[in-house]
């Protein structure tokens, strides 16, 4: 059984399209992250929905927009992609919101802006 | 500037050794410690967390925290080949929603 399942995994594209990523969790889990890994593996959190409630919202250009329609799914639109895109996205889970909850991992989706 | 810094490595460590992870952060108002490990092309799995100063024990992990000096390491006993990854560690603030997340440092175990 996938805990935290994302779709696509590999996503191919052109710069200035429009891009979706899917993100599933099936741990009962309250909170949801998306975060963005570079070439470095920098794993940096850039949204977080607790309830379908968006609690976090780091510096991420308004090109990015996440969407919880229940709280088992986040997905995350990218409009007008750019080369600096191009990074690993992964979505996580938590049972509850704070600092102090531990994460589980979605296997990632590969995104290329060419 | 709250930040979470490893060594990146490469730490290159015999088969059967005592593999060393070290971490240090900024922020003194910390209170949660996770060490997470990656596998090259997969996601971040959860090896342990920790709350309290000291040494935290499983199986062949330990984790030991001091507050005091803003630091937290992961040892890991009897290294294997498979242990070979980038271990990551995160810190996070109660109060504060989100885990900061180190470079990583990539550990490789020599047969």
């Known amino acids: 059984d996938t805990a935290v399942s994302q779709t696509p995994k590999y996503l191919v594209t052109q710069m200035g399209n429009d891009k979706s990523i899917k993100c599933e969790q099936n741990?009962?889990?309250?909170?949801m992250y998306w975060y963005k890994q570079d070439s470095k593996k920098f794993l940096k959190i850039m949204f977080s929905?607790?309830?379908?409630?968006?609690?976090i919202n780091e510096t991420v250009p308004n090109r990015f927009s996440p969407k919880s329609p229940d709280k088992a799914h986040l997905n995350l639109h990218i409009n007008s992609l750019e080369l600096g895109d191009s990074a690993v996205y992964f979505c996580?889970?938590?049972?509850?919101?704070?600092?102090?909850?531990?994460?589980?991992f979605g296997p990632g989706t590969r995104l290329l802006v060419l | 500037q709250k930040e979470v810094e490893q060594n990146s490595g490469p730490l290159s460590v015999p088969e059967g050794a005592i593999a060393s992870l070290n971490c240090t952060y900024s922020d003194r108002g910390s209170q949660s410690f996770f060490w997470y490990r990656q596998y090259s092309g997969k996601s971040p799995e959860l090896i342990m967390f920790i709350y309290s100063n000291g040494d935290k024990e499983d199986g062949r992990f330990t984790a030991q925290l001091n507050k005091a000096s803003q630091y937290v390491s992961l040892l890991i006993r009897d290294s294997q080949p498979s242990d070979s990854a980038t271990y990551l560690c995160a810190v996070g603030s109660f109060g504060n929603e989100k885990l900061t997340f180190g470079t990583g440092t990539r550990l490789t175990i020599i047969p």
């Open positions: 996580a889970s938590s049972p509850g919101q704070g600092a102090g909850e531990t994460q589980y």
């Open positions: 929905y607790n309830n379908k409630e968006l609690i």
């Open positions: 741990l009962g889990h309250d909170t």
